[in-house]
């Protein structure tokens, strides 16, 4: 039964722009309980623009607690932070922020940790596949690291931003591990293809890569959870690929980010 918010309710936000879409406030509340916690995640709207300022001012708060971060202020987020974990001060990103001792904020990123252990629930094997990853932006950029440290043998990033997609490449190179490409939107020869934009959230919206060269021996994942079946994962289905949802990774995710939150 859920508890009752009252003065000593912890509180934790999750901020994006825009924010309605996202499922986190009740299902990390809800983890909270479980924990044994009285504590919540309510959802702020904020423009980029005013992150750094609504960042200060909720921090002036000493009942909040932490933050969970959404589209577009993962990579913001990161530089707002005094201290990170070692795996997002690789990324220069964040999706998670607690407090430290002195009040400052410690972020950690788990949408790749958390992607991956949805792929491998949904019995991927990615040890020695060849992926296709389209996105390149906070999750894909998490997501890209995650695949690289689980043992690909071949990742191909695309991304429709050059500058991001080339960072993220020879980043990810440097590390050594498996051969990392600039990709393009054809999933033809991989293994794994895997979507990390909002493309699909609205009706309209073009694939992030082209379904038609999808075959039923393919894994397909993707990040949205609006609709709850993608355009993307229904035509994979239609065409006897295994997959995966968002909402799949966020189960992961939610479960590391309450974790982390609750660790002090």
């Not at 999750?14 to 983890?31: E, F, H, N, R």
């Not at 913001?76 to 201290?83: I, K, R």
């Not at 695309?158 to 490409?181: F, I, K």
């Amino acid at each position: 039964m859920q508890k009752l918010l009252d003065g000593a309710t912890r509180v934790h936000f999750i901020v994006g722009d825009p924010i309605a879409q996202v499922k986190s406030p009740a299902g990390v509340s809800l983890a909270f309980q479980e924990h044994g916690q009285n504590a919540m995640v309510m959802p702020a709207h904020v423009a980029p623009a005013d992150l750094a300022a609504w960042l200060a001012g909720v921090s002036l708060a000493k009942n909040v607690d932490g933050i969970i971060v959404t589209v577009p202020h993962k990579f913001a987020c990161f530089d707002l932070c005094a201290t990170t974990s070692d795996r997002a001060s690789f990324l220069k990103t964040v999706n998670t922020m607690r407090r430290n001792p002195d009040g400052t904020w410690h972020g950690d990123m788990f949408d790749g940790m958390g992607f991956c252990a949805a792929m491998m629930d949904a019995g991927c094997k990615i040890e020695g596949k060849r992926a296709l990853l389209i996105g390149a932006g906070g999750a894909g950029s998490a997501i890209a690291y995650s695949l690289v440290m689980a043992g690909v043998s071949e990742l191909a990033i695309h991304d429709e931003d050059a500058v991001r997609r080339t960072t993220l490449v020879d980043r990810l190179g440097s590390l050594n591990r498996c051969n990392v490409t600039h990709g393009q939107t054809n999933p033809t020869g991989f293994d794994i293809a895997l979507n990390a934009t909002p493309m699909g959230m609205k009706v309209g919206d073009p694939y992030p890569l082209d379904v038609s060269k999808l075959t039923s021996s393919m894994f397909v994942g993707c990040v949205i959870t609006a609709p709850a079946i993608s355009p993307l994962v229904q035509a994979a289905r239609d065409k006897g690929c295994s997959t995966m949802t968002g909402a799949d990774m966020f189960g992961r995710v939610r479960d590391l980010m309450v974790e982390f939150l609750l660790t002090h």
